[in-house]
């Protein structure tokens, strides 16, 4: 099978953990109550630990793809704030120096993977360096997965999808705060954009498929 031939030639395919956060992710992170019943749900943190391993063990490229880090004084002069700044700045979610704003322990970067500069809204690539390193990595294929649905994930895929890549959303490893998010973006939006919206197991599938033999002559 040629690179060409292949759903996802690891050389230009690049797996996008967004927000992989512990205010997100972990117990006794300040977003985790409101994501644990979808998070558990889908079986959130073992399907992206399948992915990032499947890519990793694929030699596909890793990016971190983080929402802004809170700090002090942050909006405070700003003409317009979305509803989720207004919550950042009120909640000081993924606030500077804290363990809220401190990687997953299962999604820590190797060497090697890039952290892309922090998104302030919803858009991991507005103002961020993410289409540039994809250009400069040679990426044409993105695959999501990590928080959340409806505001990061579908934003990022949206872009991602104008700048000319083929996306593809692994439906059990991005998780919301509500089932209702998760639908607005699996059975509403992303069929208007997304080249794919696979499981978890059917990416993993797809990855590690061996190419076929030579053909019968």
């Not at 395919?13 to 300040?30: E, H, I, M, Q």
């Not at 060497?111 to 103002?127: D, K």
Request: proline share 7%; charged share 20%.
């Amino acid at each position: 099978m040629t690179a060409d031939a292949m759903p996802y030639p690891p050389g230009e395919t690049a797996l996008l953990l967004v927000d992989p956060y512990n205010d997100f992710l972990s117990d006794g992170g300040k977003m985790w109550p409101r994501a644990r019943e979808v998070a558990e749900g889908v079986h959130l943190l073992d399907h992206m630990r399948a992915a990032l391993a499947a890519a990793r063990g694929q030699g596909c490229h890793v990016f971190i793809v983080p929402h802004h880090q809170w700090a002090q004084c942050d909006y405070l002069s700003w003409e317009y704030l979305s509803p989720t700044q207004q919550n950042a700045m009120r909640d000081q979610t993924f606030a500077q120096g804290s363990w809220g704003a401190e990687w997953h322990p299962d999604f820590q970067p190797r060497e090697g993977e890039i952290v892309i500069r922090q998104h302030w809204s919803s858009s991991g690539f507005a103002n961020t360096d993410l289409d540039l390193m994809l250009k400069q990595h040679r990426v044409r294929r993105i695959v999501l997965i990590g928080m959340k649905a409806n505001t990061c994930v579908d934003t990022t895929a949206r872009f991602g999808q104008e700048l000319g890549y083929h996306v593809t959303l692994l439906s059990d490893a991005i998780g919301a705060f509500t089932w209702e998010e998760m639908a607005a973006t699996f059975d509403i939006n992303a069929p208007q954009y997304a080249h794919a919206v696979l499981t978890t197991e059917e990416f993993v599938t797809l990855l590690e498929a061996p190419p076929p033999g030579p053909a019968s002559p």
